[in-house]
Structures are given as structure tokens and as C-alpha cells.
């Protein structure tokens, strides 16, 4: 099992940015592929990013490409999503998500994921 705690969320201007990390519990923190998923006020949870268990492989959902980039250190049990140029549409709880047998493209879906956690809240200002 694994436990994750969000942290970096805030209130910024539309345009600035965030840094969002995620810190897991237990120590095979490797073995997990990571997603992060936003959920906006009145709507569904929706994928933004998703980092491979090395770190090599990263997968963004089409509206935040080129503005979010998602990182892992393994040694410190920690995932990261730089966010810049943030929209007001991006406002939302950010929450981070971990599997160990999410195989392909599955990692875009918030189903295939049984740890998640608690959330940060992140909102751009206009």
C-alpha cells in the first residue's frame, strides 16, 4: 500500500504559476506509475498528467501541453507537476494518483488507479 499527500496548491493570477508535489509513503515507490487528475467545481475529474515508473516516459492531456511538465525523484518518494501559465480554467483540487499494473495508455484513466490522495487545492485568479 501507499500513502499520498499533496502539497503546493495556492491562489495565483491567471498566467503565473504552481508547483505541485506529492509525497508517498513506503518504500516501492518505483513500482508505481503516477497520475495527476484535477477536479473542477461542478465537473468531473479529469486527467492532466502521468510520469512512467522510471520517469522516462510522461503523458499530458492535450489542454495543458506545452505549460505542465510532470517529474518523479524515486529517492525521495516524490512526484512533481510544474504548472506555468496557468489558466483560469486550471483552477480545480489537484489530486496525485498511484497503480502498479497500469500497462499503455490506461494511465490517463482515473478507474485504473487505487491510491490517491487527499487533494490541493489550485486556483488562477482572472
Known amino acids: 500500500q501507499v500513502q499520498l499527500v499533496e502539497s503546493g496548491g495556492g491562489l495565483v493570477q491567471a498566467g503565473g504559476s504552481l508547483r505541485l508535489s506529492c509525497a508517498a509513503s513506503g518504500r516501492t515507490f518505483s513500482s508505481y506509475r503516477m497520475g495527476w487528475f484535477r477536479q473542477a467545481p461542478g465537473k468531473e475529474r479529469e486527467f492532466v498528467a502521468g510520469i512512467s515508473r522510471s520517469g522516462r516516459a510522461t503523458y499530458y492531456a492535450d489542454s495543458v501541453k506545452g505549460r505542465v511538465n510532470i517529474s518523479r525523484d524515486n529517492a525521495k518518494n516524490t512526484v512533481y507537476l510544474q504548472m506555468n501559465s496557468l489558466k483560469t480554467e486550471g483552477t480545480g483540487i489537484y489530486y496525485c494518483?498511484?497503480?502498479?499494473?497500469?500497462?499503455?495508455?490506461?494511465?490517463?484513466?482515473?478507474?485504473?488507479?487505487?491510491?490517491w490522495g487527499q487533494g490541493t487545492q489550485g486556483t488562477a485568479s482572472s
Open positions: 494518483a498511484a497503480d502498479s499494473s497500469l500497462t499503455g495508455d490506461g494511465i490517463r484513466r482515473g478507474s485504473g488507479y487505487d491510491y
